[in-house]
Nanobody, 124 residues
Framework: QVQLVESGGGLVQAGGSLRLSCAAS????????MGWFRQTPGKEREFVAA????????YYADSVKGRFTISRDNAKNTVYLQMNSLKPEDTAVYYC?????????????????WGQGTQVTVSS
């Protein structure tokens, strides 16, 4: 089992920045891929970014590429999502997810563990 706890959400003005954190505990060695997703009411869950421990590559949705950066600190079992140049359309609940398989997928159904989510609100 892997437990994931997100933090760092909040209210920020458009153009501002936030850094989300996801602390993992439990059998973290089994989580090869860490990802971030987001969801707004009435919409489907959306892939945001993912990081593969196996090859060190990062993957981003086109909507956040160049503005968001995913990174991880293996010593702290923590993955981060640095969000810059935030836009009102980035407003959502952001979820951290872990996948045992080493291959990155953008479908949330492919992830094995989820955090509880953290709200990000970007005002115009």
């Amino acid at each position: 089992q892997v437990q994931l706890v997100e933090s760092g959400g909040g209210l920020v003005q458009a153009g501002g920045s936030l850094r989300l954190s996801c602390a993992a505990s439990g059998r973290t060695f089994s989580s090869s891929v860490m990802g971030w997703f987001r969801q707004t009411p009435g919409k489907e869950r959306e892939f945001v970014a993912a990081d593969s421990r196996i090859n060190g590559r990062t993957y981003y949705a086109d909507s956040v590429k160049g503005r968001f950066t995913i990174s991880r600190d293996n010593a702290k079992n923590t993955v981060y999502l640095q969000m810059n140049s935030l836009k009102p359309e980035d407003t959502a609940v952001y979820y951290c997810a872990a996948r045992v398989s080493p291959w990155v997928v953008r479908d949330g159904d492919g992830y094995d563990y989820w955090g509880q989510g953290t709200q990000v609100t970007v005002s115009s």
